[in-house]
């Protein structure tokens, strides 16, 4: 199983980033759970957002209302529009995802981390 993240880079604060990642594998029968935690320097990693199969929400409170999280089942893909960015939006952002495999067990896997920096 491999996640592919990509849409990380620099933006000016105020400006807006889209982050998409890709669950491939041929074991992959489908994948519950998505979502995406970051690392601030110097910080412990957050959970950002979460999106379910069915497609329920939940975002940590720093980001409501500025980023979005969206999932395309068929191509079992997850993004994440990030609006009006601040400087502490700053760190590497990791997908996840909770894949069910062929025989049907849950396991949770993350990407490789892309970096994002805002500047102010």
């Known amino acids: 199983v491999q996640l592919q993240a990509f849409g990380g880079g620099s933006v000016q604060a105020g400006g807006s980033r889209r982050l998409s990642c890709a669950i491939t594998?041929?074991?992959?029968?489908?994948?519950?759970?998505m979502g995406w935690s970051r690392q601030a320097p110097g910080k412990q990693r957050e959970l950002v957002a979460l999106i379910t199969s069915t497609g329920i929400t939940n975002y940590t409170d720093p980001v409501k209302g500025r980023f979005t999280i969206s999932r395309d089942n068929a191509k079992n893909t997850v993004s994440l529009q990030m609006n009006d960015l601040k400087p502490e939006d700053t760190g590497i952002y990791y997908c996840?995802?909770?894949?069910?495999?062929?025989?049907?067990?849950?396991?949770?896997?993350w990407g490789q981390g892309t970096l994002v920096t805002v500047s102010s």
């Open positions: 594998g041929r074991s992959v029968l489908s994948v519950n759970d």
């Open positions: 996840y995802g909770k894949v069910i495999d062929l025989v049907g067990r849950p396991k949770d896997y």
